[in-house]
Nanobody, 120 residues
Framework: QVQLVESGGGLVQAGGSLRLSCAAS????????MGWYRQAPGNQRELVAR???????NYADSVKGRFTISRDNAKNTVYLQMNSLKPEDTAVYYC??????????????WGQGTQVTVSS
């Protein structure tokens, strides 16, 4: 079993900052990509940022220059630093990891989601 547990969501005023964390635990052999997605009411889940174990990161155009994804491979943790937040960033944010489980191969796992609300 693998679990992804997010933390750091909350309510913030426009222009403010939040930092999300997501820690993976369980029978992890290795972690490939890790990333963040979000889903606002009435919308489909969309990519926010994604990062391989090492190398090039990928950001949604709407968050470039404001959000920064990072990871600590030793802690199996991925972070999302969100600055200059806008009301349109309001959504449930989900952590995702492509994780290699011992004896089972690689698969995508999701966290339970954390609410981010940006007031105008």
């Amino acid at each position: 079993q693998v679990q992804l547990v997010e933390s750091g969501g909350g309510l913030v005023q426009a222009g403010g900052s939040l930092r999300l964390s997501c820690a993976a635990s369980g029978r992890i052999f290795s972690i490939n990509d890790m990333g963040w997605y979000r889903q606002a009411p009435g919308n489909q889940r969309e990519l926010v940022a994604r990062m391989p174990r090492s190398g090039y990161t990928n950001y949604a155009d709407s968050v470039k220059g404001r959000f920064t994804i990072s990871r600590d491979n030793a802690k199996n943790t991925v972070y999302l630093q969100m600055n200059s937040l806008k009301p349109e960033d309001t959504a449930v944010y989900y952590c995702n990891g492509n994780i290699w489980v011992a004896g089972r191969g690689a698969d995508d796992y999701w966290g339970q989601g954390t609410q981010v609300t940006v007031s105008s």
